[in-house]
């Protein structure tokens, strides 16, 4: 027989002490847990809870241990024993409020269906009885026919012999109603009895009912906490998706600004890069002229070309002069407003400061969005410190 596993420090008080009790009694059977499992129709597993406190056994396991202890000590389990079990199993499972009641409905179910075992072993008892008086009450019958039968055959007898018949038959009427007294008396016991067995299938009803009700209102019970921690989860998940959100947005919030500031480092680049080539032009026909006035050659006069009236400027050869970007701004204003920013910024580029000045002008029929537009453009190029005194003099200019 192995030896059993110690109590858990972590076991409560109350079923410390109960696991201790049935430990006593386990030992003393002197048989390992897996065969007394077998014996009891338990599970080893269960049966190792009970004796560690883990579990609070039912009544009847308690009550079935003592019978065995019992049966093997040979010697009859004390009332103050099992006073003293049943104060510890009633604090043991009082310890849990949640199944005080259920408990209490168990032990009172046990103890009804006791009574209605203890009242059908009556009952088969006095069918028994009844059974056996009235084989008796019949055997009786039966000679005291014969013996009518015998008297009336034999009446011409002598009368001594009637006589001791006569005795004979009366003893026999006593003997039948005393027994049919008997047999009346055990018809009241049996009804009293199935009336008992009745009320006690009755009263294990109700609390089977009663036990059912407890133990529905336990699940609802541990239905609702389960709810409100899943709605608790819920919640806090639904937090922190809509935190990982906000993060997420502030995150694209700025890659799109940095693509926009890298747009607009890549546009004034460009910017810069024109202006650049425009200024390295000027600077070359600036020389130019300066030598030919240093230098002057006589050459043929020149075949005179017909004007088209249109000056041949860089922005008027690429179609940007200021004529021409107003055109061009009223279409994208009637088919796709978002290319004015576009033609506002290249006409910039391209033209030379009259003809950003003209081209300010002539745009001042333009709605307001699109004025405000040019001057945001202008606002951000370099050039705009040059063209501005001329576009907009202020006073004592």
């Given amino acids: ?149 015998v008297r009336a055959a034999d009446r011409q007898a002598s009368k001594t012999e009637i006589e001791l018949f006569a005795n004979e038959a009366e003893d026999l009427r006593a003997e039948r109603d005393q027994l049919q007294a008997e047999v009346d008396l055990l018809n009241k016991q049996l009804a009293e009895a199935m009336n008992a067995r009745v009320l006690a299938e009755e009263r294990c009803d109700q609390l089977e009912r009663q036990i059912e009700s407890a133990e529905e209102k336990e699940k609802d019970a541990e239905k609702a906490a389960a709810a409100q921690a899943e709605s608790d989860r819920m919640k806090l998940a639904e937090a922190e998706r809509a935190e990982a959100e906000r993060v997420r947005r502030r995150a694209q919030e700025a890659a799109d600004k940095a693509v926009r500031d890298f747009q607009a480092a890549q546009e004034r680049i460009t910017r810069l890069q024109s202006e650049l080539a425009v200024v390295r032009q000027k600077s070359s026909d600036s020389v130019s002229l300066r030598n030919e006035r240093e230098n002057p050659v006589v050459s043929p006069k020149p075949t005179p070309v017909p004007q088209s009236g249109r000056p041949n400027t860089l922005a008027a050869r690429l179609g940007y002069d200021p004529s021409q970007v107003l055109r061009r701004v009223d279409a994208a204003h009637k088919a796709d407003p978002g290319e004015i920013r576009d033609i506002l910024q290249r006409a910039f580029d391209l033209q030379s400061a009259d003809e950003v000045q003209k081209t300010q002008l002539l745009l001042q029929s333009m709605p307001e969005f699109v004025r405000r537009m040019f001057e945001d453009v202008a606002s951000r190029s370099i050039r705009w410190s040059a063209v501005e005194p001329k576009a907009h003099p202020g006073p004592g200019r």
Avoid at 43 to 56: E, F, H, N, Q
Avoid at 81 to 89: D, S
Avoid at 100 to 115: G, Y
């Fill in 1 to 149: 027989m192995g030896a059993l596993e110690p109590i858990s420090p972590e076991v409560p008080e109350e079923n410390r002490a109960l696991a201790d009790a049935l430990r006593t009694l386990f030992e003393s059977l002197e048989i390992s847990v897996r065969r007394y499992a077998a014996r009891c129709h338990t599970d080893p597993g269960t049966l190792s809870r009970y004796l560690k406190g883990l579990r609070v056994p039912p009544w009847s396991f308690v009550k079935e241990l003592l019978a065995h202890v019992a049966e093997h000590l040979e010697s009859p389990t004390s009332d103050e024993a099992v006073a003293l079990l049943r104060r510890l199993y009633s604090r043991a499972v009082g310890s849990s409020a949640g199944t005080r009641r259920t408990a209490d409905l168990q032990h009172m179910l046990e103890e009804a269906d006791d009574q209605a075992r203890e009242a059908a072993s009556l009952e088969r008892l006095l069918r028994q009885a009844l059974h056996e008086s009235q084989q008796q009450v019949d055997q009786l019958n039966v000679e005291l026919k014969s013996l009518r039968a």
